[in-house]
């Protein structure tokens, strides 16, 4: 391989990496906010009393439990308002950014 | 002194704020100043602290620690103690690295961009955010003034009128009767003094259950009042009566020595009596400049920036937000919805759309809890309620153990939210 295309790789691939870091950062920082909505009854440190946590969970699970609260298969009238406010878009952000915290938990 | 220290680098600081085009970046960071403690308060201190914009936080509040008036009505019944309501601010410092100064902000200089103490202190802000709460329309109803509360409390802000009321709830003999004198809208809390009256009946049912419950109201309904009627039915069977303005002609005047409140029509005397005036913003919003002819805070739906005096926010009951309830969970969601504004403003990213909600976890009994749900949206300027959901009249034993349940978790997690 020429040394010039070499070069040229490594640069797109450091492109790709600083974008897909940068879309990364902009997820989790969309997450975040997000997730302040859910914080308000739900601890995001993985405390429960009363109020189940959601942090941890497999993503496709809390997608199809927001899906199904949204669509009142699930009733809670708490939780389906929510569900209204979320597109699926916010849903699938929300599943990443709560699906990627631990018990530990302060990313 | 390291406050003083602080205090001084301070007002160095402003002036080369006022020089910089933006907020004053690079030499340090963003400060934002938030006055008020409260519930909005402690909630934008914690958010912001936590942004992607970094800012330096200061958070003013004379009280040392902070006392719910959301659940004190638990305390009212003998439930709960009023320590288990009360939260202090240590961690907002420790884990979100907030300067707490315990001192009372006397006024704020929009064009300097300063917030006086009452200490003589000055601390600049390249934002400010203040949650003045409320304050009480005294003279409303002739005889009931500042100093009448401390025979016949509000209990409107938690703390020693709630204890207050509470003394006197123990000491009235069984067969007493206890007014509850209920505000006309808008007030903090819309289902409180209702549920104020299920959880005295609640204790009243077990102690003194010859007692009776008088309401009158300022209002004609109340919210929630089909929930509150049937709940009342069920629980505690002709201890609680409640009598609109239309029938009583409205509350005119108090005799604080005999407890006599007096109606357009009837006058009744009260054992324990507990009246709750007519509100408007706290008095730091009146002082600077912030309320309208309203009484309360015109804001900006998106930002929460004040329509009167620019790069401040006002945040929490003091706000006429249009559809918007006077709740703690609403100051809470409003306080979120402002971090994020001035975090976008402060970094120059994008400003997204805000999730405004509201729910109010309603006690009838211990056991026997309701809510609502209500989604709100920014909306040809101003707030409007985009979907409603209440509890239903008929919902099973089960379902409202399990609200109450939930309740109890909320309060925990609320808090944790706020404080922790």
């Not at chain 2, 638990?74 to 961690?91: I, M, N, P, Q, V």
């Not at chain 2, 009767?177 to 409180?192: K, Y």
């Not at chain 2, 324990?272 to 739906?301: F, S």
Request: glycine letters at 10%.
């Amino acid at each position: 391989m020429p040394a010039s295309s070499f070069t040229a790789l490594a640069i797109a691939a450091a492109f790709f990496a600083l974008n897909a870091g940068a879309a990364a950062a902009a997820d989790q920082a969309r997450g975040a906010e997000l997730a302040a909505m859910c914080a308000s009854c739900h601890r995001l440190d993985g405390r429960d009393q009363g109020i189940p946590s959601i942090i941890g969970m497999d993503k496709q699970t809390f997608i199809h439990a927001m899906n199904a609260f949204k669509s009142g298969a699930r009733s809670n009238s708490m939780m389906h308002a929510v569900a209204l406010q979320l597109s699926d878009a916010e849903i699938a952000t929300l599943a990443a950014y709560l699906g990627a915290r631990t018990k530990e938990g302060k990313r | 002194m390291t406050w003083t220290r602080r205090k001084f680098g301070r007002v160095a600081g402003a002036g080369l704020a006022a020089l910089a085009a933006g907020p004053a970046r690079g030499a340090g960071r963003p400060r934002v100043v938030v006055i008020g403690g409260g519930i909005a308060g402690a909630t934008v201190a914690k958010y912001l602290a936590t942004s992607s914009a970094k800012p330096e936080v200061t958070l003013v509040e004379p009280k040392q620690r902070y006392t719910t008036c959301f659940f004190s009505n638990f305390y009212l019944a003998g439930t709960r103690s009023l320590e288990s309501l009360t939260h202090g601010y240590e961690k907002l410092t420790s884990n979100y690295g907030i300067q707490v100064i315990h001192d009372t902000a006397t006024s704020i200089d929009p064009v300097a961009k300063t917030v006086v103490l009452a200490s003589g202190g000055k601390l600049s802000y390249d934002r400010a955010v203040v949650g003045p709460g409320i304050a009480f329309k005294y003279g409303t109803i002739a005889g009931y003034d500042e100093a009448a509360t401390q025979v016949i409390p509000h209990a409107w802000n938690a703390g020693p009128q709630t204890q207050l009321l509470r003394k006197q709830l123990e000491s009235m003999d069984d067969g007493g009767l206890f007014v509850i004198v209920a505000p006309p809208d808008p007030f903090r809390c819309p289902p409180g003094p209702y549920e104020r009256a299920s959880l005295v009946a609640y204790y009243f049912k077990q102690f003194k259950p010859r007692s009776k419950i008088l309401i009158l109201d300022a209002k004609d309904t109340f919210f929630e009042q089909d929930l509150f009627e049937d709940g009342w039915n069920r629980h505690y069977p002709g201890m609680i009566e409640w009598l609109p303005a239309q029938f009583t002609g409205g509350v005119k005047s108090v005799d604080v020595k005999t407890r006599a409140i007096k109606t357009g029509g009837d006058t009744f005397n009260a054992n324990v009596a507990n009246i709750i005036p007519a509100q408007i913003a706290g008095e730091l919003a009146q002082r600077a400049g912030l309320a309208d002819q309203t009484g309360w805070c015109p804001i900006d739906p998106m930002t929460f920036e004040s329509k009167l005096h620019p790069a401040i926010h006002v945040i929490g009951d003091a706000t006429n937000a249009g559809d918007m309830p006077k709740s703690a969970f609403v100051a809470n969601s409003q306080a979120k919805a402002c971090a994020f504004a001035i975090a976008s403003a402060l970094s120059g990213s994008e400003e997204t759309m805000p999730h405004l909600f509201n729910t109010c976890f309603t006690f009838l009994a211990p056991n026997d809890a309701v809510t609502d749900a209500i989604n709100m949206t920014p909306s040809g300027g101003s707030i409007k309620i985009t979907d409603i959901f209440f509890s239903q009249v008929g919902e099973s034993d089960e379902i409202r153990r399990q609200t109450s349940r939930q309740g109890e978790g909320w309060y925990a997690a609320f808090t944790h939210d706020i404080f922790g």
